[in-house]
């Protein structure tokens, strides 16, 4: 168990509906992650915050992409008007600081039909 | 893009044998992390070795970094049927503060 936790599990939903996810980090680590991954690949980054602050975005964060971390401590992501190529695994971690280790959570994998 | 390229993709052992799992990266790195994933769930961390340490020890597990050469290995011993998962290598490169993952070696350990 590594502290992070994620919800939905799972999450089917049809082509043009808006779907949001949540993480939430372990409770000291101020940044926090988002990656997606897809059958047979490794997770690709899509954006960070640090403590409120989204630092960075992905090119692979289009626009229907929002992510938020309000009070710096859990995050969401919200997919607007889902395509089928958006069905992934989308993991969520969190870190204590710059340079050390990242701990995901167990994901939220998206079926997009 | 990924940096990270996992070697081999796939392998195959007995209980009881070792594994030996490479990764190579392309970039300056502050340190590269290990990670497993069982089918269809989360990353668990495995080891985090630093760009200035050459060899680092958890258990049953040994990794390797060799910065001149921009790769490192991931030594699992003794292996169980519970190890069979993929193995991921992810590096944090200098200058850049999310991970980069290759795709990852997926091991299966027969019983």
């Known amino acids: 168990d590594t502290g992070v936790s994620q919800n939905p599990r799972h999450k089917i939903t049809k082509r043009g509906q808006n779907v949001t996810f949540r993480c939430d980090p372990i409770?000291?680590?101020?940044?926090l992650y988002w990656y997606r991954q897809t059958l047979g690949q490794g997770p690709e980054f899509l954006t960070y915050?640090?403590?409120?602050?989204?630092?960075?975005k992905s090119r692979l964060l289009s626009d229907r992409f929002s992510a938020e971390r309000p009070k710096g401590s859990f995050s969401t992501l919200e997919i607007q008007r889902t395509e089928q190529g958006d069905s992934a695994m989308y993991l969520c971690?969190?870190?204590?600081?710059?340079?050390?280790?990242?701990?995901f959570g167990p994901g939220t994998r998206l079926l997009v039909l | 893009s990924q940096q990270g390229e996992e070697d081999p993709q796939a392998l195959s052992i007995q209980e009881g044998e070792n594994a030996t799992m490479n990764c190579s990266y392309k970039?300056?790195?502050?340190?590269l992390q290990w990670y497993r994933q069982n089918s269809g769930r989360g990353l668990v961390h495995l080891i985090l070795?630093?760009?200035?340490?050459r060899e680092k020890h958890s258990g049953r597990l040994r990794v390797t970094l060799d910065t001149s050469k921009k790769s490192s290995s991931l030594l699992i011993t003794a292996s169980r049927a519970a190890d069979t998962a993929s193995y991921f290598c992810?590096?944090?490169?200098?200058?850049?503060?999310?991970?980069?993952f290759g795709k990852g070696t997926r091991l299966s350990v027969i019983a």
């Open positions: 971690a969190s870190s204590l600081g710059l340079q050390e280790t990242q701990y």
């Open positions: 409770s000291e680590h101020n940044r």
């Open positions: 915050f640090q403590n409120e602050a989204q630092l960075e």
């Open positions: 970039t300056s790195i502050n340190n």
């Open positions: 070795i630093r760009s200035n340490e």
């Open positions: 992810a590096t944090d490169a200098k200058g850049n503060t999310p991970l980069v």
